[in-house]
C-alpha cells in the first residue's frame, strides 16, 4: 500500500505566515523534503522521529538534483509513509510542485497541494507596497527573471512586460542589467520606481528603492544578494506612505 504526498508551500520566510493546513502536514510527516528558503522555524513544529530530507537548491550547489527529489518522493511513498514536500513560497509558483505532483500521479501514488503565499506578493507588503493600487497599477505579472540573452534562455515577452503596471521578478538580481536594458528597450520609462526587497518577510529583510536606469547600480552599491525580490512599478512610490514593517522591528526590539 502506498502512502501520501503533500506539495506544500512554506510561505516567503516569517513562519507566521504559513497556512493552517501547512501546519497540519508538518505535524503528520513522517518524511520532510524541505527547500533552502524555507524557515528552520517550521521544522520544530514536525514529529520527534521525522525523518528530514534536506533538497536546498542555490546557485553552484543542490542538495538534491530534481531528479532525485522525484525518486525519494517515489520512494518514500511507497513504503506507506506520509511524505511532505515543503517548498518556499507556493509550490506553484516557480517551484516545480507541478512536476512533483506528475510524478506521483505516474506512480499512483496519492497526493495533495497545499498553497503557500509567494513572495512576490508577500515581500512587497512587508515593504510596504501593494502590488495593486487604483492610482498606480491595474495590472500585475510575476517573472522568472534569471534567462539570459546571450545564453538564448531569454523567453520573455519583453513588449509585453513593458505594458504592464507592476512586474515582480524572481530569482533575478544577477540579471538585473539585462532586465531593466530590456524593459527600457522595449518602453518602459527608465524613470520607473524599482524596489529590491533582500529576505523579504524576514526579521533580515532589507529594501532598497531607485528608478529603472539606475537599479542595476543600486544593487551592486548596496551589496544585495539573492533571495531578492525585484519589483517594477509606479507602486513602489506608495511605500512612502504606508512603510510598516522596519518600524515594528524597531519598536518590537527596544
Given at each position: ?184 528597450e522595449h518602453g518602459k520609462n527608465s ?64
Amino acid at each position: 500500500m502506498s502512502g501520501y504526498v503533500y506539495i506544500v508551500g512554506a510561505g516567503p520566510g516569517d513562519p507566521k505566515l504559513l497556512t493552517i493546513r501547512g501546519l497540519e502536514c508538518i505535524q503528520g510527516a513522517d518524511v520532510i523534503l524541505y527547500d533552502r528558503l524555507v524557515n528552520p522555524v517550521l521544522l520544530h513544529h514536525a514529529k520527534e522521529n521525522v525523518e528530514l530530507i534536506y533538497c536546498g537548491k542555490e546557485p553552484g550547489k543542490h542538495g538534491l538534483i530534481q531528479e532525485e527529489i522525484h525518486r525519494v518522493l517515489v520512494e518514500q511513498a511507497l513504503q506507506g509513509k506520509r511524505v511532505l514536500r515543503l517548498k518556499g513560497g507556493d509550490p506553484f509558483v516557480f517551484g516545480r510542485g507541478a512536476e512533483e505532483a506528475a510524478v506521483c500521479r505516474a506512480a499512483q501514488i496519492p497526493f495533495e497541494i497545499v498553497p503557500g503565499i509567494t513572495a512576490g506578493i508577500a515581500a512587497p507588503a512587508y515593504a510596504g507596497i501593494p502590488v495593486t493600487h487604483r492610482d498606480h497599477a491595474t495590472s500585475f505579472a510575476i517573472v522568472t527573471g534569471h534567462g539570459r540573452a546571450e545564453k538564448k534562455q531569454d523567453f520573455l515577452n519583453w513588449s509585453a512586460l513593458s505594458q504592464i503596471d507592476t512586474v515582480a521578478f524572481y530569482m533575478s538580481v544577477g540579471n538585473i542589467d539585462h532586465i531593466a536594458k530590456s524593459l527600457i528597450e522595449h518602453g518602459k520609462n527608465s524613470l520607473t520606481p524599482v524596489a529590491v526587497i533582500e529576505w523579504g518577510t524576514t526579521e533580515k529583510q532589507r529594501t532598497i528603492t531607485g528608478q529603472l536606469a539606475t537599479i542595476a547600480g543600486d544593487i551592486k552599491d548596496k551589496h544585495i544578494s539573492n533571495p531578492a525580490m525585484i519589483l517594477v512599478g509606479d507602486v513602489v512610490r506608495v511605500r512612502e506612505e504606508i512603510t510598516w514593517f522596519s518600524e515594528r522591528i524597531e519598536i518590537e526590539s527596544c
